[in-house]
């Protein structure tokens, strides 16, 4: 089993910028892949960012040029820089990993973009 621990939600203007983390229990080296999603109020779980094991990086065409996904293999972190946030960009993120074939899901962080 892994846990993953997200924190850095918060409220924020537009305009604005956040830092999601995400903590995973297990080394990160060799995840198949991690990542963000996110989830807005009434509206299915949708793909945000994510980091694979190749290397790549992919982004969903709603954040692209406004987020940045890195990674800290060292901590088994992840993180979401995010810039210029628009008040649709509220919703909770989660953060995702991909061990083998099992997923695994956080707890989820609320982000709040005040127009």
């Known amino acids: 089993q892994v846990q993953l621990v997200e924190s850095g939600g918060g409220l924020v203007q537009a305009g604005g910028s956040l830092t999601l983390a995400c903590r995973a229990s297990k080394s990160t080296f060799r995840v198949n892949s991690i990542g963000w999603y996110r989830q807005a109020p009434g509206k299915e779980r949708e793909f945000v960012a994510n980091?694979?094991?190749?290397?790549?990086?992919n982004y969903a065409d709603s954040v692209k040029d406004r987020y940045t996904i890195s990674r800290d293999n060292g901590n088994n972190m992840v993180y979401l820089r995010m810039t210029n946030l628009k008040p649709e960009d509220t919703a909770v993120y989660y953060c995702?990993?991909?061990?083998?074939?099992?997923?695994?899901w956080g707890q989820g962080t609320q982000v709040t973009v005040s127009s």
């Open positions: 980091s694979r094991q190749d290397g790549s990086i």
């Open positions: 995702n990993a991909l061990y083998g074939r099992t997923s695994y």
